[in-house]
């Protein structure tokens, strides 16, 4: 059973350009999460989603910052328009609904020049 | 407002000792804690999860315990291993929101 995957691991983008953050849970999981880390910071939940709906969206950013996970295929973490400050790493997690443990992907480095 | 916090920041022990990382949250409405370690520029992997009917968990050299009453939740490790040196950090889901809330880890550094 692949764990969480999350791709690029790396990306690096100009200021202005979009940033898309992709995420494949864990078989099994209909739960997605999505955290920020700053450097030297803890991490801040950004988002909650199940399949075809944002359940809790409450540390995402009013602006730029999007996110969904369809029906099929990953869920995607968008932000338009990237500014430094959204240099970071970013985690998501995937949970089942009957113990919402969460297991870790290894996170995208986002890197905005 | 969910607040979650963990005491020490950082803990430098020599090998072989028993060490208590401490977590603590303001709201004792909760679903379950959950923790994990974190290696430098890695992601974060689970240690152990307690459900909030439960009072504790066990793996391995690891047990944690959970107090809901008096908002704690404590992580020991016995027999301290120099592989054991990473981040920890424990989180909280609330039972009103359904969201994981992070503490800000402790650094641990297990010296040979």
């Known amino acids: 059973n692949a764990g969480v995957m999350q791709n690029p691991r790396h990306l690096v983008r100009r200021r202005g350009q979009e940033a898309r953050l992709r995420c494949s849970p864990m078989k099994g999981h209909s739960h997605v999460y999505w955290y920020r880390q700053l450097p030297e910071e803890g991490l801040k939940f950004m988002v909650y989603l199940q399949k075809e709906n944002i359940i809790d969206e409450s540390g995402m950013p009013k602006e730029r910052f999007s996110a969904e996970f369809p029906k099929e295929g990953p869920s995607i973490l968008r932000i338009q328009q990237v500014v430094r400050g959204d240099s970071a790493a970013y985690f998501c997690a995937s949970s089942r609904t009957d113990t919402y443990e969460q297991y870790f992907g290894p996170g995208t480095r986002l890197t905005v020049t | 407002k969910q607040e979650v916090t963990q005491i020490p920041a950082a803990l430098s022990v020599p090998e072989g000792e028993n060490l208590v990382l401490n977590c603590s949250f303001t709201d004792s409405a909760i679903y379950n804690l959950q923790w994990f370690r974190q290696d430098p520029g890695k992601g974060l992997t689970s240690l152990l999860l307690?459900?909030?009917?439960?009072r504790e968990q066990t793996s391995g050299r690891l047990n944690a315990s959970l107090d809901k009453s008096s908002g704690r939740s404590t992580l020991y490790i016995a027999a301290s291993q120099p592989g054991d040196s990473a981040t920890y950090l424990c989180a909280v889901r609330t039972g009103r929101t359904y969201k994981y809330i992070f503490g800000t880890g402790t650094r641990l550094k297990v010296l040979a």
């Open positions: 307690i459900q909030s009917s439960q």
